[in-house]
C-alpha cells in the first residue's frame, strides 16, 4: 500500500505569493492532519480533517492558511499571502482509526519564502 | 496547557552503549507515539505505544499513564541510531510533540 504522498517536495515562492501544498493519505484512512516544522517551534498542529470535515482549523494560523479535503483522498493547503516566516517543513499525516489512532506521516514539503 | 517535554535534550554515545530517553506529559491523553527523524528526512513512526510495554528489536517504550511519562530505551546503540527521537501525544485533535532528544553514537 502506498503511505501518505505530499507534492511538491520543495517549494520556494516570493514574498506576498500564494502556493497549494497537496497531499494524499493513506488509503481508506479517514483522518487528515497537517502540521508545520520549524527549527524554533518544532512541529506545530495547522488543520485535522475527520472524514472530510475539518474539525481544527489551526487558531493563530488561521488568517492567511487555509486546508480543503475536497475528497477522502486529497486535501490542500493553501498559503496567502505568503511570508519568509511561513519558511518550514509542511507535513501531512492520515490516521485510520478514531480519535487516537496512529499517525502516519509523509515526507514533507520544504517551503522557503525569499 | 498541554505540553509534552522531553530529556534529554541531547545525548552522546559510543556505540554499543545503552540509553534511555524520558517524555512527560501533562494530562490525560488518547494515545502516544515515539517517532525518529534524520535531519531534513521525514518522520518515522517508531512505536504506537498508549500504555504498557513494546519492543521492536533494540528499541524498547514503556508508556505509564497514571504517571504522565513514557520512556525510550536503546539498547547496544549502533551509528545508524543517530537521528533525532519525538515524542508525540494526542490529548483531543491532532498530536503534540516534544522538541525531541538528539542522539549521536559515535564508534
Known amino acids: 500500500d502506498a503511505g501518505v504522498t505530499q507534492t511538491p517536495r520543495h517549494e520556494v515562492a516570493e514574498k506576498g505569493q500564494t502556493i497549494i501544498l497537496k497531499c494524499e493519505p493513506v488509503?481508506?484512512?479517514?483522518?487528515l492532519f497537517w502540521y508545520r516544522q520549524t527549527k524554533i517551534q518544532g512541529l506545530e498542529l495547522l488543520s485535522y480533517?475527520?472524514?472530510?470535515?475539518?474539525?481544527?482549523d489551526g487558531g493563530a494560523f488561521k488568517d492567511r492558511f487555509k486546508a480543503e479535503m475536497l475528497n477522502s483522498s486529497f486535501s490542500t493547503l493553501k498559503i496567502q499571502p505568503t511570508e519568509p516566516k511561513d519558511s518550514a517543513v509542511y507535513l501531512c499525516?492520515?490516521?485510520?482509526?478514531?480519535?487516537?489512532?496512529?499517525?502516519?506521516f509523509g515526507p514533507g514539503t520544504r517551503l522557503t519564502v525569499l | 496547557g498541554q505540553q509534552v517535554q522531553q530529556s534529554p535534550t541531547s545525548l552522546v554515545l559510543q556505540e554499543g552503549e545503552n540509553a534511555e530517553l524520558q517524555c512527560n506529559f501533562s494530562?490525560?491523553?488518547?494515545?502516544m507515539q515515539w517517532f525518529y527523524q534524520r535531519p531534513g528526512g521525514s518522520l518515522i513512526s517508531v512505536f504506537y505505544?498508549?500504555?504498557g510495554t513494546k519492543q521492536s528489536g533494540r528499541l524498547t517504550s514503556t508508556t505509564v499513564i497514571k504517571e504522565r511519562r513514557s520512556s525510550l530505551h536503546i539498547s547496544s546503540s549502533q551509528i545508524t541510531d543517530s537521528g533525532t527521537y519525538l515524542c508525540?501525544?494526542?490529548?483531543?485533535?491532532?498530536?503534540?510533540f516534544g522538541l525531541g532528544t538528539r542522539v549521536s553514537v559515535f564508534p
Open positions: 499525516a492520515s490516521s485510520l482509526e478514531g480519535r487516537g489512532g496512529e499517525q502516519y
Open positions: 488509503s481508506g484512512h479517514n483522518d
Open positions: 480533517f475527520r472524514s472530510k470535515s475539518l474539525m481544527e
Open positions: 494530562t490525560s491523553l488518547n494515545s
Open positions: 505505544n498508549p500504555s
Open positions: 508525540a501525544v494526542n490529548y483531543a485533535q491532532g498530536l503534540t
